[in-house]
């Protein structure tokens, strides 16, 4: 098992709450990734990020932001929650920039459900 | 956008048996993998094969590239109860990004 943690496991909240995924790893990896998964269906790149200071959309428009102040830390910030935002989040890093090796390491993931 | 397809949607089978399970993407990549995910739970990398191979094995799982025909399939041999998972192919390309399909849903029967 990798060591990438998201936190909460679940989550049930009132529209319009603001609300915190974290997510955090302790392998040292620079790049860091943001997915979206409704149940059985595929993962949506939602936001990346390729060390500290450095934040990118994906190929899905979000209302959730993304910060990466320390290498281990990607938390995703919703700031007003809507029952739209029900899914899962699944947070995942990297253990190369060179895209040839990439591979990917998620964590457990957050069942977001927005009432 | 160069997300990969996989196909079939939805595949049972007895335990036993072999499993193979397609990919299809839609431009050129750096690499192609694998990952599986049970019920509810976070993507375990299984295998990745570089643009530049044709095949790859690990353990019961054998993984081929055919970029002529932007294809990938895995198959994984004598499956187990244990392998009743999604399995996701993902595509990694110039653009850093790295992009995955709908996922096949395989179902191992005792």
């Known amino acids: 098992e990798a060591d990438i943690y998201q936190t909460p496991r679940y989550l049930v909240i009132g529209t319009g709450k603001k609300i915190t995924l974290e997510c955090s790893q302790t392998m040292g990896h620079d790049k860091m990734y943001w997915y979206q998964q409704d149940p059985g269906m595929e993962l949506h790149l939602i936001h990346y990020s390729y060390g500290v200071n450095s934040t990118e959309k994906g190929d899905l428009s979000s209302e959730s932001t993304v910060s990466r102040i320390r290498t281990e830390h990607f938390p995703l910030t919703l700031e007003s929650a809507r029952p739209s935002h029900t899914s899962q989040y699944l947070c995942?890093?990297?253990?190369?920039?060179?895209?040839?090796?990439?591979?990917?390491?998620f964590g457990s993931g957050t069942q977001l459900s927005v009432l | 956008s160069q997300q990969g397809e996989e196909d079939p949607q939805a595949l049972s089978i007895q335990e036993g048996e072999n499993a193979t399970m397609n990919c299809s993407y839609k431009t050129s990549i750096n690499n192609l993998q694998w990952y599986r995910q049970n019920s509810g739970r976070g993507l375990v990398h299984l295998i990745l094969?570089?643009?530049?191979?044709r095949e790859k094995h690990s353990g019961r799982l054998r993984v081929t590239l055919d970029t002529s025909k932007k294809s990938s399939s895995l198959l994984i041999t004598a499956s187990r109860a244990a392998d009743t998972a999604s399995y996701f192919c993902a595509t990694s390309a110039r653009d850093d990004k790295i992009i995955f399909g709908k996922g096949t849903r395989l179902h191992i029967l005792p």
């Open positions: 995942a890093s990297s253990d190369t920039i060179f895209a040839t090796n990439e591979k990917l390491f």
């Open positions: 094969i570089r643009s530049n191979e």
